[in-house]
Nanobody
């Protein structure tokens, strides 16, 4: 039984920063992929960033150079540091985990970038 809970969303002005957290209820082994998705109003959910057990990271072109994904395995927590935020970053951000062929999702945290 694993639960993923996101936090850290909120309202920020363009150019500002936010750090999102995703806390897992327990340690998860055999993680194929963990990362962040986002879904803006009226748009399809898209992959934002991933990190593997080996520490490899990937980013969507739209966030590359601005966002940083990281893990704290001791705390069972995933982070997304978001800098230089743009209005188009406004979305619900979801923590995602794939383990042994199964997908797990958090309930999301809302990020609103607006002046």
């Amino acid at each position: 039984q694993v639960q993923l809970v996101e936090s850290g969303g909120g309202l920020v002005q363009p150019g500002g920063s936010l750090k999102l957290s995703c806390a897992a209820s327990r340690t998860i082994f055999s993680i194929n992929m963990v990362g962040w998705y986002r879904q803006a109003p009226g748009k399809q959910r898209e992959l934002v960033a991933t990190v593997t057990e080996g520490g490899r990271t990937t980013y969507a072109d739209s966030v590359k150079g601005r966002f940083t994904i990281s893990r704290d395995n001791a705390k069972n927590t995933l982070y997304l540091q978001m800098n230089s935020l743009k209005p188009e970053d406004t979305a619900d951000y979801y923590c995602y985990l794939r383990s042994r062929g199964s997908d797990y999702w958090g309930k999301g945290t809302l990020v609103t970038v607006s002046s």
